[in-house]
Structure formats: C-alpha cells, structure tokens
C-alpha cells in the first residue's frame, strides 16, 4: 500500500474494510428519492432546502458542518421566443411537456429551458446551419463562400462544449446562436426515447451554460476573488465570459420547421443529422426571430462543507466533492453523485465514532451553482486560495454516476494511486476489482463497429478537462486532484432536461443503485488512503512518461505544419523527472520497511510532495487566460470541456505561432524544473526517514 509501512498498511485495511460495508444502496435511493424530488436549480428556494437538509445529514451523523454562502449573477430567463418568420410561419414551443408515467415531469417551479449568460436581445435574419458550430466547420463555410455575418446560425448539440458554439458564431458575425438537440446525437437515432426507453424525446431540450469557461471559471463578475456579500463586482459590461449574443437551447421538434425550411448547398454527408429531411445549409430561405432576455441578478447559493479534523497532520488537508445543484430535478445530474458522496460522509463519521481518527484533516464539500460554470467550488476555492495553497494535498470530485465501470480522470501523480484504490474495491455483481472490470469489460451496448473503448493493460487515467468541480482546485490553484465515475452500461439522452428524474434514473440506470454503492466505496477508500498515508501517495514515472507521450503529439503536429519544433529543454526536464522519480520509489520503498516513520520529518516531506503540482502553476497563467495557472491541463479554448495537455505550447502550435511556441517551451522546461526541486527534496527526505 503506496506511503504506508507494512504494520500501519494492515491497520488500514482493516478499517477501510469496515468502512467499504457501511454504504447501502437503499440509503442511496432513499436519498435521492428526496433531494430530486423538485426542481432545484442554484439560487432557488427549493436549492436552499437541499443544502440545509445536507447540514442537517452532516450534523445528525455527528460531523462538524457549515454553510458558506455566495452571491453571483445567476441570470433566469423572463423571455424566451423563437419562431420562423417565413416562408412558412412557425412558433417554437420551448416548452417540455409532461409524461404521464413521471409525474416529476410535470413539477411546478420548473426552470424554462434556456442557455445561462446568453445575451438579452432581438433579432430577426436569415438561418444558417453550421453544424456543430466549432471552428472546423466554419473552415467549411468559407471554402463554400458562405457567411454567417449578420445571420442567425442553428448548431446541433454534440462534439464540443456547448459554450463554444456561440462563442465562435459571434466571432463570425452571427447575431444569435440556436443550439438543437439532434437525435443522431442522443434521439431516437441511438434509442427508444422516454418514457419507453432512455434517449431524448422529440420535445426533450438541453439547458446549460454558455459562460465563456475556458477563459475563467465561477462567478462572471468576481474573477480570481470570491463573490460574497459586499464584494468588490465588475460590470457586466466588464465580464469577459458573458456571450454577447442571444442563444437558445431548443428540441428538434422546434429545430425541425427551421431546417426543412433552409436551402442552399446540401450540407455534406458528416454534417447531416436524423432526422427526416434533407440538411441544407442555408442561407435562407428560413428567416427566424429570436429574443431573449433575463433578470440579470444575483443569488445566493450554498456550499455545505463537512470537516474531519486531522491527528497528526492537522495541516494538510484531503478534499472530495460533489455539487448538489441541478438543472431541473437531476437525479443523475448531480444526484446520483452526490448521494454517493453523502454515503462517504457517513461511512466516515462511523468509523470516527468507533475510534478512527484521520492523520490529516477531511473536508467533504457539496457544492452549489456548479451547473452555471462551477461556481460554488469555484468560489469557495477562491475564498480560501492561500490557505488551500499551503493545505490542499488533494481533491477528489464526482458528478453523474451510472451502471457500468469505473472511469477515472486524473492529475498523472495520482495515477498509479487511483490504479491501486480501483485494485482495492469489488466491481458490483462479480469477483472483480474494480480496475479488472474496467480493463476487461466488453461493453453489451457496445455497437461492434465502434470504437470508442481502448484496451489497456494497466489501469489508466486521462488528463482533466473542465467538466466539473475540480477545475479551480487543478487549475487555479495547482492541487493534484482526481474525478471518478461509473457509465459505460448504458445511453442517456435526458441529460439537463425535465426527464432527468428519479424515474427515468430507476428505469434506466443504475436501477439497484450497486454502482452508487461502489462509487461510494471507492471514494471513501481513496480519501481515507491519502488521509492515513504516513507518506502521501504520489508518484512521478508515470506523469513524467504521460506528459513525454504529449510532447511527441505537439512536435507531430507541427511537422505537419512543416515547422520543426524544438522540445530539447523540456525532454530533459521530463527525463530528469524519470530518473528521480524512479530514485524516489526506491527510496521510498526502503523507508517504508522500517515499522513507523517520524512525523516530524513526514511533515517536510510531505510538503514537497504537495509542492509538486503546485510547480506546474505560474502566477501569471496561460497566454490571454491568466485565471489558468497549470502549465500541463487546461480545458482548449476552443474545446470547452476537452482537455488540452500542456495547453500554452499546444494552442501556439495550433494556431502556427511559432515565436509564442518556443516561448511556451521555455516556461512550460522552467515549470518541470521546479517540479523537479520538488521531487529532488522529496527524494533526499524520504532518503533521511
Ligand atoms: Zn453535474
């Protein structure tokens, strides 16, 4: 067991073995049955409830909890209309309706389907269907001499962050952005849909954030500081995240009208989508009215943070997260998570009670707002930036969970950590681990002639982008931090719509919420691992030959360009870090043999340790995105959610700057140099326990 001497490793395991019985699937369901049981979007009354029945859980299982409260601009819509103007006129319904066999969906206090921080306006002009509306395809149009300027753009969900379909349609000159769900992408194409079975329905539609993220994430208007009450706030007119123009989330059954109505080219084959019409592109002869406006407030939202106090090193802290806020109702997203977390919560808060005691200190955080662009955590990350600076050893996320395998995103020091937990834990319904199932697995959806699964022989981890809770703690702040899930078993097609509910998630999810049971088994053995570990369990081969793996991909990539880039500085660094981190194994395993480690010297070690990731931060960020400090992960500016690894290098070579590129080598050497002080001092340490 990585950072434990043999006589502590036997101690551990027989608590975390306690702690792996305690979490219950009808607890699970039970849970959820409650906290999805209304709507329960960030800034609402019922959101407020929510919170404060997770304090109440906390407080009843004896933990020491709070609410921290912010205040950001969460904007609700108080207009929303779309409608085709002519030739053949048409009034889009925007509206979901109810399905008799889930009263949920029928619930009052339902958020209207709308992209968050789209612009208020009122524009009227001819369509044009851009596809996924990401840069490759306005590439397209060009070489078809055709411009989006002064037009409205349909795009269908899919392919990247939804952020980036309006983002890039203004860049363009487009005056407003229609994003519609395709059922190529998750209709009837791929399923029957709800109520019969899991995929979107005709009028199903995919709320969401279109806040520029990739720029920086939470409150719009308090960058890099948090948003309480009495804060210093910018405009909006000083928001760099707020689109600047209208954009509205619709079903296909409101895209319909407006696609059959276009002319022009016939789009080409991998544009076209399911439904039953011929795709043009347009321009005209659809001319469509959209307008949008909002009450551009803010709100209060409600993080909820449990806190186990640490015995030995009360200092360093270990984190895990889930938000709670949802769309609508959201039992998969975020419930199915967060209930999870909560079986976390109180399988350690039994332990404690029957006399475990964590050497450093636990913070379970249910987050708010994340839905809106990560807010609670974002927020409370800045609020507490230079305490968790010097404190955060690492964070822990989880989000939607489902029937399936374990999928881990990770920072690449946790890799060889997170393989050993998925080791530990029992896949649901098998004599598996849970790391053998999700190596082994032949997917029973799988359709044969994908491939989107990869077989490995050891278990990975893939680099983070920005789904989710953790973005602040990775990439504002430089904390190794790790998200982990179950999926895989089955499709969905209601995500941020009125079908996310507790229905549809017991009809065709997780149905026996085993694989919330395992999520949370997994997650309490991971915090409780780096909370006890003598030394904490990072380790720098694997990164060093992950981050190597990139650079080959960038230097390809510019030879495609015909441009030879030279990586020398950072290949030395990332051989450098080879070598030390294989010295450091060593070293560590012959501390390890002795039967109990000084905490006095852990502590200096284990601050190394720490440091480690926090060297892959500068203060100043990546280039124009100063939020973004981590010089190895970052969501692409032009991706939203999809990671970019060593995103300042790769993003020069993308657009073929070869001057910033060789000044992005050189930052990118001297941030695995420090890294590599970090590892050196950890190395002499470990070497003085
Ligand atoms: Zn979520």
Redesign the pocket.
């Known amino acids: 067991m990585r950072g434990f001497p043999a006589r502590e490793a036997t101690q551990e395991k027989r608590w975390e073995e306690q702690a792996r019985a305690i979490p219950e699937p009808d607890r699970l369901r039970k849970d959820m049955e409650f906290m999805a049981a209304q709507p329960h979007q960030a800034g609402s009354a019922r959101g407020k409830v929510v919170a404060e029945w997770i304090l109440s859980q906390f407080k009843e299982w004896g933990l020491d909890a709070h609410i921290e409260e912010f205040e950001p601009l969460l904007p609700y819509p108080t207009i929303r209309e779309v409608s085709v103007v002519s030739p053949k006129p048409y009034q889009a319904k925007l509206k979901e309706p109810v399905v008799a066999q889930d009263p949920n969906s029928g619930d009052a206090d339902q958020l209207p389907s709308y992209n968050a921080y789209s612009a208020s306006g009122d524009v009227t002009a001819d369509a044009v269907y851009v596809n996924y509306g990401v840069p490759d395809d306005y590439e397209y149009l060009a070489k078809h001499n055709i411009d989006v300027k002064g037009k409205i753009v349909i795009a269908r969900y899919g392919k990247s962050w939804r952020g980036i379909k309006p983002k890039v349609a203004a860049e363009h000159g487009a005056v407003a952005c229609l994003i519609y769900s395709d059922p190529k992408e998750d209709g009837f194409y791929e399923g029957d849909v709800f109520p019969k079975g899991p995929m979107r329905p005709e009028q199903g539609v995919q709320r969401g954030s279109v806040m520029d993220m990739p720029f920086y994430s939470g409150d719009p208007l308090t960058p890099g500081w948090a948003a309480e009450k009495g804060a210093k706030r910018l405009s909006r007119a000083e928001a760099k995240v707020l689109m600047t123009i209208p954009v509205l989330p619709i079903s296909y059954a409101d895209a319909k009208p407006i696609l059959e109505q276009l002319n022009g080219p016939v789009a080409p084959t991998s544009w076209r989508g399911a439904l039953p019409l011929t795709y043009h592109i347009g321009p005209g002869a659809a001319k469509v009215h959209v307008k949008t406006d909002f009450d551009w407030t803010t709100k209060p939202i409600y993080d909820v943070i449990a806190t186990i106090p640490g015995s030995t090193f009360p200092d360093e802290w270990v984190l895990a997260g889930n ?1 709670h806020d949802a769309w609508v109702n959201g039992a998969d ?2 419930i199915s ?1 967060a209930v999870a977390l909560l079986e976390t919560a109180r399988s350690l808060a039994k332990l404690q009670a029957a006399g475990w005691h964590p050497e450093r200190t636990i913070k379970i955080a249910l987050w708010d707002a ?2 809106f662009g990560l807010i609670g955590s974002t927020e409370w990350a800045e609020k507490h930036q230079d305490e968790l600076k010097q404190k955060a050893a690492a964070y822990l996320n989880s ?2 969970n489902g029937a399936g395998w374990l999928h881990v995103g990770a920072s690449h020091t946790l890799e060889e950590f997170a393989s050993e937990v998925a080791h530990a834990v029992p896949q649901p319904g098998g004599t598996q681990s849970l790391a053998e199932a999700s190596l082994h697995h032949t997917n029973p959806d799988d359709d044969p002639e994908r491939h989107d699964h990869e077989h490995h022989d050891h278990f990975q981890v893939d680099a983070l982008g920005a789904g ?1 809770d953790y973005v602040a703690f990775l990439d504002f702040l430089g904390v190794a931090s790790m998200n982990e899930g179950f999926g895989g078993a089955g499709r969905s097609g209601i995500y941020h719509s009125v079908y996310d509910s507790i229905y549809w998630y017991e009809h065709f999810s997780d149905t026996t919420f085993v694989h919330g049971q395992a999520l949370a088994r997994f997650t309490t053995t991971a915090v409780m691992r780096l909370a006890d570990a003598p030394v904490l369990p990072l380790e720098f081969t694997r990164f060093a030959s992950t981050v190597k793996g990139y650079v080959d991909e960038i230097v390809q990539q510019a030879q495609k360009a015909n441009h030879k880039l030279d990586v020398t500085a950072i290949q030395k660094q990332l051989d450098l870090l080879e070598s030390t981190g294989k010295a450091y194994e060593a070293t560590l395993k012959a501390a390890v043999a002795k039967d109990s480690l000084d905490p006095k010297k852990l502590v200096a070690l284990n601050h190394s340790l720490m440091e480690s990731e926090r060297a892959l931060t500068r203060p100043e960020g990546l280039p124009n995105r100063w939020w973004y400090k981590h010089q190895i992960y970052a969501p692409g500016f032009y991706t939203g959610y999809g990671v970019k690894t060593i995103p300042g290098l790769r993003e020069a070579v993308d657009s073929k700057n070869w001057d910033l590129a060789a000044k992005e080598i050189t930052i990118v050497a001297g941030c695995l140099d420090a890294m590599n002080q970090t590892v050196r001092d950890a190395l002499t340490e470990t070497g003085g326990l």
């Open positions: 938000h997203d975020p998570g994340e839905e989000d939607s989710s």
